[in-house]
């Protein structure tokens, strides 16, 4: 927080320069390469533009890669980045730090995108306390696991936050069923949306109206890339599809935080986590642990899940107590450096993803 509002005091004095700068990119990017700039928090919407655009933008991603992006915080140099864009991609209400910088700063030649803003969205939910009236098995020992079936509901209506010229679509409310437990929220909805194909589809759809939009005369390029990359998003929706029909099992179990609520929302899963997909929390109680490993004893599940850039110890502890197999289930919400250098991308994380999953539900 601090850091916060020491970035939001630098940008009166970075404001006069970054738009002088603005000014002078506008200029250059036209007249020299002809490029626009597009900004984006994250590697999903980083690599979803370079599947669209390829060398035809001038493309930034703020989020180092194999950096945490929970606690990631911006730069006075990213700040000036976001200032000087054409398109600036982020993902939603999680990223609060974005509405403090945005509402200072002029965005009035700016496009801003938010993700979340196309999908259809779901509440999050975390059971914080045992309940000691349920007689439900599921619900017994239950000492912070994460486990819900709630459903936002889009509802088509436009979200700016006032910022620029802001494009998307999607107010969702869901309802958050507690089974008697207290519930709180680290943010409203689950902000992983792409973590779900089908959503990944509708993103690249925005963004490729996004970009159309801003460089017409690579229109035609960009909508065909595009084309082409929806129909093998496609494809991976149809793999997951094949996998879960074809299961022998529903359920699948994270002892790790959990950011894949829209994915498993897609294909009907049942799901059991450590923690949610926000968490800071990094060692579970004893409780959850010893929840996580009942319910893999009890239902003899093969597969105990961790997600990428995690320390991975809890995932470890738990498949030397139950003997199922730690395996990645990875979210791309971020990659290591060695894979981005590799240039792998959604498409070839995502791939892998249906046999890690098909070895899980059978």
Known sequence: MKKIILIVMTLAILLSVATACRQNRSTATRNQDGLINIVTTIFPAYDFVRQIAGDRVNLTMLLSPGAESHSFEPSPRDIITIMSSDIFIYTGESEQWIERILLSMN?????????????????????????HECDDQDCAHDHGHEHSHDHGHGHGHGHSHGHGHAHGYGYAYGHAHSHGHEVHTCALFDEHVWTSPGNAILIVRAITELLSEADPNNAAFFQQNAAAYIKELQQLDAAFSEVVANAKRRTIVFADRFPFRHFVDAYSLTHYAAFTGCSTETEPSAGTVAFLINKIRTEQIPVVFHIELSNERMADAISAETGAKK??????????????????????????????????LN
């Open 327 to 360: 395996r990645l289930l990875h979210s791309v919400h971020n990659v290591s450096r060695r894979d981005f250098e590799a240039g792998l991308g959604y498409l070839e994380l995502m791939r892998r993803n249906v046999e890690t999953l098909r070895e899980a």
């Open 107 to 131: 965005t009035d030649e700016m496009t801003i995108f938010a993700m979340m803003n196309v999908v259809g969205l779901v509440r999050k939910e975390i059971v914080d306390e045992p309940c």
